[in-house]
């Protein structure tokens, strides 16, 4: 498990020294900031929706290593996603955060997988989710702010 553990930290080292979709979308119609007060963490998730489905999606702002890499990271795995999908992405991605999915469910996760280690650091969770939650409130279009406190 040493050679995994590795690895996951090399992806994430490189997500948040090259934040991928890393940019400000003039043209998105969502956009939600998400604050993490407890770190520090600031983010704007931007978003493009074509009817149901995420055309494209960005976020700027500045955090943590680990709340840089999810955002970048969540950004890749959205791109032309339905809602549905993206909601459900967000369910199984807050299960494996936060300790509750079983091998199985951080397997379908792919790559984002390599965050499943968070669940020991309670703290980090919320680094880890802050994109997240931006996201599914920018998809929803109930807020133009959320935090995690
Ligand atoms: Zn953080």
Redesign the pocket.
């Known amino acids: 498990m040493a050679d995994l553990r590795e690895l996951y930290q090399e992806l994430i080292l490189d997500h948040s020294k090259k934040p991928r979709n890393y940019r400000e979308m003039p043209n998105a119609n969502r956009r939600v900031e998400g604050f ?1 007060p407890l ?1 520090g ?1 600031h983010f704007t998730v931007y978003m493009d929706m074509e009817g149901e489905t995420v055309k494209d999606v960005s976020f700027q702002g500045s ?2 290593a ?2 840089k890499a999810s955002a970048s990271m969540m950004t890749q795995a959205l791109k032309g996603k339905t809602k549905t999908d993206a909601e459900a992405l967000f369910e199984r991605f807050h299960d494996l955060v936060t300790g509750k999915a079983g091998e199985a469910q951080a397997e379908s996760l792919g790559k984002l997988a390599v965050f499943s280690g968070v669940s020991d650091f309670p703290v ?1 969770v919320k ?1 880890a989710s802050l994109a997240w939650h931006a996201m599914k409130a920018a998809i929803e279009g109930d807020a133009e702010q959320v935090s995690t406190e």
């Open positions: 993490n770190c963490d955090g943590c680990l709340s980090r680094c």
